[in-house]
């Protein structure tokens, strides 16, 4: 096991940019490896890994040597090593606070998401346009309204803006987040947001997800579309 | 433009399964296309899609391939015509049928998300174990007992099931929607889910895409976490 206390130092290559692919699947070993850890297992080969994430043992290599994280031939990876690396290189050592914009359905699910906590993300409050919803409670947040925004993330130093706005309302929310200083935004709107060059955003559309279901749907019943 | 009401034969070789990540991106490349028609644009070239979807564009030429769909030098791709293939391809010429399993706060949401219904997919029921639950309304939908569940796909014709319980009910949710015959899901929660290999699972974990987003964060503030 080793000493997590200590973060040990990180050579300078290591502070270049990880390929985005590569970026998305650290979150899918981080699960794996937990839930790893919870059933006793403290060593890992990237067979196995690979086997569990449903990549190659090759990719897998790939991945974690961008982290500093190469393995020992026949002994494999050290899995409780690899947890911390992995949350190093993804910020998950810090706790960051989201603020989620949208106080319906959709935000008040969000903010109830035990996904999120769970994972040291804190949803700092929730917003909303709508004075109606103001001062009501979501998930334990009460709601307020969106001219608050600036003053929330400076007083709360929230980093992570969540858009859960209807699609009319989504690029005027992103633009509200960039003014109060987000920089890091998960958009759930159907549309596409313009923001400067400097903001990452990450749009999960559910509808776009069911249409590539609908693609392999389509494939289980052949015949069914022509 | 091109006739639209009866489809052209389908070469052989597009019965071919297409690459899962090309599959990812048709819905990306369709809410640009159905973008463009509505500010009256009838071409776009594959430099032109590529610029509006992020993507280099011999890769958008690839995509499109798999689709039997290559433009036309100096013309580039007919926006209506390319509309149709793709829906074809996911399957959208058909309307799908959607059960949500769970009643909560998520399922609520995802009731009520208007990209789902906007993009031909009906949220046909909605099935909690909780009876206190059955009978009360969820976005115009009365929510319905699990055990239902069979029926409800077979009299509704449901095709693909949504997952948006609490983690610990996921797998049981999945075994049950698996029983009534459902081959397609998309699951919320945070879990993995273990299923027969004819059926297609998507995962969206809303935890993991914001870890992914705190990778960005933390690059944009340099030595913020060591």
Avoid at 89 to 116: H, I, P, Q, R, S
């Amino acid at each position: 096991m080793t000493d997590l206390v200590k973060p040990p130092s990180r050579p300078e290559a290591l502070r270049r940019r990880i390929p985005d692919a590569a970026v998305t699947r650290l979150p899918v070993y981080l699960q794996i490896l937990n839930k790893s850890i919870t059933e006793g297992v403290s060593q890992l080969s990237s067979d196995q890994l690979a086997g569990l994430a449903g990549l190659n043992a090759a990719k897998v290599r790939k991945d974690l040597s961008y982290l500093g994280s190469y393995g020992t031939r026949g002994v494999g990876y050290d899995v409780a090593y690899l947890v911390y690396q992995i949350k190093r290189e993804l910020g998950l050592l810090n706790d960051w606070k989201v603020v989620v914009v949208g106080a319906g359905n959709l935000g008040n699910a969000l903010t109830n998401y035990a996904g999120f906590s769970s994972r040291g993300f804190e949803v700092s409050a929730v917003v909303d346009i709508d004075s109606a919803k103001v001062g009501k409670k979501v998930g334990g947040v009460v709601v307020r309204h969106v001219d608050d925004l600036l003053s929330i993330v400076n007083n709360d130093k929230v980093s992570i803006g969540v858009i859960a706005t209807p699609p009319a309302s989504a690029q005027r929310a992103a633009e509200l987040l960039v003014a109060a200083g987000i920089k890091s935004i998960l958009n759930f709107a159907a549309t596409v947001l313009t923001v400067p060059s400097e903001v990452s955003v990450r749009s999960v559309d559910l509808g776009m997800e069911l249409q590539i279901l609908g693609y392999y749907e389509q494939l289980n019943r052949p015949g069914a579309c022509q």
